[in-house]
């Protein structure tokens, strides 16, 4: 089982590789352009909840075919997602396809 279906059982969300829209961002690597699917929700146990948002990397549709790790371009990947999420609010940016799905 990958992360985000190990996510998906804890957190309790569905997750359909072939129907969930995909949103696009620029990514860092050779192939600059990269795909995303985003969920969130709420995380529930007795009286408390926390708030949380999946960022599902998706690759680009000639990744997904032959790859085993569609959209992967590395750990720091994931970390500029977030970062350039941060920065493009704080200083009130254009933002990505991905960061209005996570917004």
Same mark, same amino acid.
């Given at each position: ?11 309790g969300f569905e997750i ?12 860092? +690597? %050779? ?9 969130? @929700?709420?995380?529930?146990?007795? !009286?408390?909840? &926390? ?7 998706? +690759? %680009? ?9 569609? @959209?992967?371009?590395?750990?720091? !990947?994931?970390? &500029? ?23």
């Amino acid at each position: 089982m990958s992360t985000p279906e190990h996510l998906a059982e804890i957190l309790g969300f569905e997750i359909d590789f072939q129907n969930d829209e995909m949103y696009g961002y620029d990514s860092i +690597g %050779l192939l600059t352009t990269n795909n995303a699917r985003v969920y969130h @929700g709420y995380y529930e146990v007795e !009286d408390r909840s &926390l708030k949380y948002v999946v960022v599902v990397k998706a +690759g %680009l549709p000639m990744e997904q075919a032959g790859s085993a790790k569609p @959209g992967n371009r590395g750990k720091r !990947d994931s970390q &500029l997602i977030m970062m350039g999420y941060f920065n493009r609010i704080y200083h009130g940016r254009e933002l990505s396809e991905l960061d209005a799905a996570i917004e």
